[in-house]
């Protein structure tokens, strides 16, 4: 009995959100019911080491640095020279300002970490450019909503500040892993909007010459002085992780610092911009933090109900290896973000299928890895897919929906391209974190 109980939680749970509750409290609710109807008075003990859980992972205080790097990033004017600096070189190539827009965001998603604030920052100056030069503009939907989502993918990434506790694997492992699968996705996109704009000039024309164009020395000191602060701070996050030299959260930390540097050295600096960033650093931290609270507590009384054993049994009962279990699990991922946001999905699902693979000997880095590219995917997704509306609330009225719609199918069709490249090749996860951190990385699957 109390293993049926323990699967009736996630029907309840999907209710809840379905009727509207926000996806916290209806996590917290439905453990609190379920966990109250079979243990009692107990529940609470249980609850509260849950509570302690959460303020003990050391990890998470990398959570507040990471946004508040996103938050100042998008104030201190990198964004724009960056802009004006890559596409020096791009504008001369079919579809450049696509190509140019791509290789931004993933410059300031490896400085920032924050998916929505590169979707923003990015949009907002490219989208105008690109429609003054007629860009299709369902190519210049899916250029923004793929672009602005590699801040899942590309390190570092909050949502894999979360995963790494949630799953128990060591986030930076995580962060050094996704570095390549993020990288050949990035590449994919320029590839597919070249290809398409040499067949189909018209979608993506590039710029005729400008007489005013810089010397080829202008356009090396326009370059150097909007790109080196931005490596710097990438080196200060992503390459003291990859050397030893410092925790994630000892290198968030530094890049929270830098950012303020940077703010500083561009000249944009003011205490009414500190006071922004500080406002939206803890708005977003106060959610994810509570969403973190309500998916730790649900797991906890999911596994105390015997959840775990009885979708092990459910397994077990239908004979399925590691392949086609592991296959199950992330297409309910990518149904999931139809409806919820990434750090829900993280929460409510890893617990299950990281405990189910490990036990089957599959490889933690590698798994969780092809669960970001998907959860990526979902996040570009249509009906609800979530980096369309942080489209909406930037692309004026002459991109409409279905532009955006239509413009994503392509570059969804390229989120599974890499992801069967990750699946295929597992050495393109797993042989960098063995070279950096020098330890041997187990079989992605048994033998």
Request: charged content about 10%; proline content about 7%.
């Amino acid at each position: 009995m109390t293993l049926g109980i323990g699967l009736m939680m996630f029907p309840a749970l999907m209710v809840c959100i379905f009727i509207g509750f926000p996806v916290a409290f209806s996590l917290m609710g439905v453990a609190l019911f379920f966990g109250y109807f079979r243990f009692g008075d107990a529940l609470v003990h249980q609850l509260v080491s849950k509570v302690d859980d959460v303020a003990s992972y050391y990890v998470l205080a990398a959570v507040p640095l990471f946004v508040f790097m996103g938050a100042m990033l998008e104030r201190s004017g990198i964004a724009e020279r960056l802009f004006e600096a890559i596409h020096l070189w791009t504008r001369r190539l079919p579809g450049g300002l696509a190509v140019g827009t791509v290789i931004l965001c993933v410059v300031f998603a490896a400085a920032s970490g924050v998916v929505g604030a590169t979707e923003s920052v990015v949009g907002l100056l490219a989208i105008p450019v690109m429609l003054r030069y007629a860009y299709d503009k369902g190519l210049i939907s899916g250029t923004i909503c793929a672009g602005g989502s590699l801040g899942t993918i590309i390190p570092p990434s909050v949502v894999v500040v979360i995963l790494g506790p949630v799953a128990d694997v060591s986030v930076g492992d995580l962060f050094v892993g996704m570095l390549f699968p993020g990288l050949i996705l990035a590449g994919l996109y320029v590839v597919y909007i070249l290809g398409r704009c040499l067949i189909r000039p018209q979608d993506g024309p590039s710029l005729p010459p400008d007489e005013n164009e810089p010397s080829l020395l202008r356009k090396l000191y326009i370059t150097a002085t909007a790109l080196i602060p931005p490596l710097v701070l990438i080196f200060a996050v992503l390459g003291t992780i990859m050397l030893g030299w410092a925790t994630p959260t000892e290198a968030a930390a530094t890049g929270a610092i830098g950012t303020v540097i940077m703010t500083l050295i561009y000249r944009n600096f003011s205490f009414a911009i500190m006071q922004e960033a500080f406002l939206k650093t803890l708005q977003i931290t106060a959610m994810i933090l509570t969403i973190l609270l309500g998916g730790v507590m649900f797991a906890g009384v999911f596994v105390a109900l015997g959840g775990i054993s009885a979708v092990q049994n459910l397994l077990e009962a239908a004979n399925l290896t590691a392949w086609p279990t592991m296959l199950i699990l992330m297409l309910i991922a990518f149904i999931a973000g139809f409806v919820l946001d990434l750090i829900s999905i993280v929460l409510i699902i890893i617990p299950i299928a990281i405990t189910v693979l490990r036990a089957m000997g599959v490889n933690d880095v590698w798994f969780c890895i092809m669960f970001l590219v998907v959860i990526q995917t979902s996040y570009l997704t249509p009906p609800m897919a979530p980096a369309i509306f942080y489209l909406r609330g930037i692309s004026p009225p002459e991109i409409r929906l279905s532009d955006m719609y239509r413009g994503v199918v392509p570059f969804i069709a390229l989120e599974f391209i890499c992801l069967g490249l990750v699946m295929v090749f597992p050495e393109i996860a797993l042989w960098l974190p063995s070279v950096v951190f020098e330890t041997p990385m187990k079989p992605a699957m048994p033998p």
